[in-house]
């Protein structure tokens, strides 16, 4: 594993100061709130997007997008944020605010195989 990141996200008050690092190999999150990590590895992840914050409009204009079962890290539907789609584990979508969600994506692209886009 290597251990100096591609992107380490500043911790404020809209991700309750949480840890959210990519690595070239896998990215990690690390969750206080719920005393976890979770280390999801570059090959398992199946997409990774930026997320506008949920609007109770977006249901009735037909624009939102309802997944059920994505463990939220954070203030998450209150910000723009990053949810992570992978092959393994008890939750297969996480959804979480880094300090700036494009660059965190850019960055796990970056790590990632050149693939298409989900």
């Known amino acids: 594993m290597n251990d100096l990141p591609i992107y380490v996200s500043e911790k404020s008050a809209k991700n309750l100061w949480q840890d959210y690092r990519v690595f070239s ?3 990690e999150l690390r ?7 979770f280390v999801i590895p570059a090959d398992e992840i199946l997409s990774v997007e930026v997320r506008p914050p949920f609007r109770i409009s977006d249901i009735f204009g037909g624009r939102a997008k309802l997944t059920w079962w994505v463990l939220k890290l954070d203030w998450s539907d209150l910000f723009e944020h990053v949810e992570i789609h992978s092959k393994a584990g008890l939750f297969k979508r ?10 965190f994506v850019a960055a796990c ?3 990632r195989p ?5």
């Open 94 to 103: 996480l959804s979480f605010t880094p300090d700036n969600p494009p660059f």
């Open 114 to 118: 050149a693939r298409s886009s989900s």
């Open 31 to 37: 969750c206080w709130a719920l005393f976890s990590r």
């Open 109 to 111: 692209n970056s790590m």
């Open 25 to 27: 190999d896998r990215i």
